[in-house]
């Protein structure tokens, strides 16, 4: 059958070839292929970016240029390898092809621990040579979790970090510590990598780090 408005065909009775009708809807249930590993939607681009284990290490370094993404997101979740207690963690990143280790790091945060319904008194410094994650925060017969959110890494403007951790400290009795972390890297090149180590204890866990345009 044919539909006609006037002497313009508008509609014919056929069978769309599967080109146009990928470009009109695609339907039915897909069963097979494989699905990108970037997903876009409202003007967004999301990306995992990569991921690792680790085992015993006292050095983490992702291995990652954090590329052309205006977010970052690291999830880590690590545990020391030691029952005699534990230390605490710190991260620094690249620019320029070396580890920041000189006063470029300007950081604090505030925290709460579960025997305490006052905040911790937390750390601060406006000059040091890394990023503190924690304050008191590693466990060894318990996992710390640790959310960072790093925005414009790949800009010409000053990175700023946040960190929300989650996990045991040690000083005797098992207590749920939580903190927030606010860092800013005091220099305006690109985070090339990014390197989390502790201060006592090797680590053993994973790491995620995603990708937002």
Known sequence: ?????????????????NGVQDNITRLGT????????TVTGDGLAFKKIGSATFSTTSTIDLGQDLGSY??????VAVKPNSTGGAGNIEMRVKIGDAW?????????YIGMRSNSINPV?????????????TPDSSRADSRTYME??????????ETGIQCNVMGYNHDGAKRLLSTTNYCKVKNTGVVQD??????????????????IV
């Open 148 to 157: 960072i959110t790093f925005h414009d890494a790949t800009k010409t403007e």
């Open 70 to 75: 205006r977010i970052h997101k690291l999830y």
């Open 100 to 108: 920041l280790s000189s006063a470029d790091y300007s950081y604090n």
């Open 30 to 37: 897909v069963t097979t292929g494989t699905v990108s590993n």
């Open 121 to 133: 008194v937390g750390w601060a410094n406006d000059a040091n040579t890394f990023f503190k994650l």
């Open 1 to 17: 059958a044919t539909l006609k408005m006037g002497s313009t065909t508008v509609l014919t009775d056929t069978t769309l070839a």
């Open 194 to 211: 990014i390197r989390i180590y502790p201060t006592n204890y090797p680590l053993t866990g994973q790491w995620e780090l995603y990708g």
